[in-house]
């Protein structure tokens, strides 16, 4: 049941109770409780009218009375500016939208958007291809004759010195260098293992055993007896030198071998040499500006370009499709878990929404504005209804109840105090 059919029900119900109270006043006219109820009823059935004829006012004519009614329809227009108004002002104000902005991390929302339901594999893939077609949408030899002249200006800026101390103390710092020592480690303990390493130093001892006979006779007379009585023997020597030297790799994989502390020194006095010996830095800028003048760069760009695209005939199975989806995804991490940039993409993010709702700050109630400027007065009408109508309804029952009431107060009023009272008061002052 609505509230507009309760409304109705209370006031028929309290007419009702009038018409029965005034049947009882009329054939009862001393009964106290037949005078009680028409006082209460009488007052209760004008505060529910006057309330039903208020309130269907405002969107009707009640009773075809053409004076200040349908309210609603005669003042279309202001109502529709003080609800786009209301909408734009209080409802969707652009400081408490710019409030509510300020306290969402943009950024994890878009990246947390780009990553579920695969989106971001999708784009990375996307972009792969867009990346390969640009590529081979060019001629190689065409180009090239485009990008020698810029990356030949290019690798001229850089500076080696700068770059290779901090190529290096970056390494030292990460550890990077010990893993590549382990490395040349591991390679030195297989070559050093080998048969053809053991017949390397053999040969050696033999060029050194030679040289030394060659200086005179004395020395080849002591290097023929060592060899007669068995003191010198290169095949045994080159045996145990080799087990000697796989012995001293091996210890060499000890991260606190001072081999390796030398290493490390060696390193960051490198670095520290290439920032202060300006000696240095300018031999190999000097070697820099020297290879890249020999290097035929345009032919190696052009043959660079054409192995590419060669390489992506068959796309799937292309390198270069997996190398850039690599590098798009460690891209992709790399802006992901970068808190300094999160932090800059959301400022821009807020900027710019910011920025976008102050210039649209009456774009909101523009559309209110047009949303209701569309509808016919019956639709304001319901529409408005629906939204306030059970509260004007409730003002309906509220009249019957407060018009009850007035009447209980009046009738007290008059049976106990005035006619008693009152009445003999001012009757006796005018007698």
Known sequence: MSYKQKANITLALVFLMFVVSAVCKHFWPQLLAANFSYYVFEAALIGGIADWFAVTALFRKPLNWPYHTALLPRNREKVIDSVANMVQNDLLNANIIRFKIE???LSKKLFELLEENGQLQYLIRALTRRIVDWLNSFKPRTAAVLLTPLLSRNLLKVQLGPLTKDFILHNLNNGQVDSWLETANLKLEKIAGQDKTRIFICNFLQDQKNEKVSQGFINNFIVALLEKTGGLNLQE???????QLIATIKCLKDKEHPLRHTVRE????????LEQDFLIR???????TEIIAKIPLNNLLENIIRALQEGTEDYDKSVIKAYLEEILEAAWLFFRNNNLL???????????L?????????????????ALAKLTNEDLIKFIEDKAGNDLQWIRINGSIIGGLVGIVLFMFLRFIYEPYVVPLFSGLFV
């Open 354 to 370: 910011s920025e976008l709702l102050e210039y649209n700050q009456t774009f909101i109630g523009d559309i209110a504005r047009d």
């Open 237 to 243: 020597a080159a045996a145990s030198m080799q087990l």
């Open 103 to 105: 306290q969402i991390n």
């Open 266 to 273: 060696i390193l960051r006095q490198t670095a520290s040499e």
């Open 282 to 288: 300018d031999s190999l800028e000097a070697w820099k």
């Open 342 to 352: 999160s932090a800059k993409i959301n400022s821009y993010l807020h900027t710019a």
